[in-house]
């Protein structure tokens, strides 16, 4: 397998550029996307001129930067895909893009016109080259790897992938990873690391979801077999990016930190049985 391990900074957006690169190194990680939203150090209506100013500094801090987390829905893009280029322009390779959502209830609906959206998103990506991927997301259209494969079978593995993502199919997703592979395949590109843990709230035991939850926690506390997952992604020869997303803690960055450390070390050290 060949595998990048990067971070998604959603937390860490109180720091510069070169303080995000001190905590990428600390944490044995290897580089970070770059996330397009308001309020991070690229924005959408800042792209052009605010992503050559991350990317150089972060290439000047000894990272990578291929990968970028956005909102551009594909409607968005095929209607004006400039931001594709300038992607690619600043050696952004992949992004992750907004999520499908139903149309109102109608569920069969949505995934046709997800359908027909990747359709021409597809060649716009293979004009740029850049490649889309749609991370499964709960409480989003597609959910599971069954749900991506409705969506992306028979389009261009080079141009459109898929990022799974055991936190969020904690909550409504979850398929076996090993037949989740083998369903997907090529296009698995990214994996979203975090993971879930399920509780129970008693003092909401009468409630009608009797006061169970899936709160985030660290990957070597929640419910995923990761040395299945790992299996899983070998099995297909994986080669892509790691996510990670720490979504603990987030009150603390310090002791997030401490925690994340030890997740890239397990993670790794899980990878490292594969060999």
Known sequence: MKIIYSIFPKFY?????HGLAEVVRRVGLDTTNVIIRDG???????????????????RDEGLN?????????????????????ILADNGIKEFRMAYFQPLGHDVRGG????????EQLAP????????????LHAGTLVTSPSAAWMIVNDLP???IGVEIDPGNQAYEGYENWFRSARLLREYVVAAGVKD??????????????KGWGRPFVPLYEGITNWHD???????????????????????NPDVMTEKLAREVAYLRSIVATMD
Request: include cysteine; charge should be negative; glycine fraction near 6%.
């Open 229 to 251: 997952f790992v299996k899983a992604l070998a099995e297909i020869d994986f080669s892509g990016t790691f996510v990670f997303m720490p979504f603990y803690d987030s009150e």
């Open 40 to 58: 991070y150090w690229v924005t959408a209506a800042g792209l052009k001129t605010e992503l050559p100013v991350f990317v150089s500094a972060m």
């Open 196 to 209: 879930a843990a399920i509780k129970q709230d008693i003092a909401h035991a009468d409630d009608p979801g």
């Open 65 to 85: 930067i291929h990968f970028a987390t956005s909102g551009y829905s594909a409607e968005e893009l095929i209607a004006d895909p400039s931001p594709l280029g």
């Open 157 to 159: 593995p080079e141009w």
């Open 124 to 135: 716009l990506c293979e004009r740029y080259g850049v490649r889309a991927v749609y991370q």
């Open 13 to 17: 957006k109180h720091l510069d550029p």
């Open 111 to 118: 995934f046709i016109r997800a359908r027909e959206q990747l």
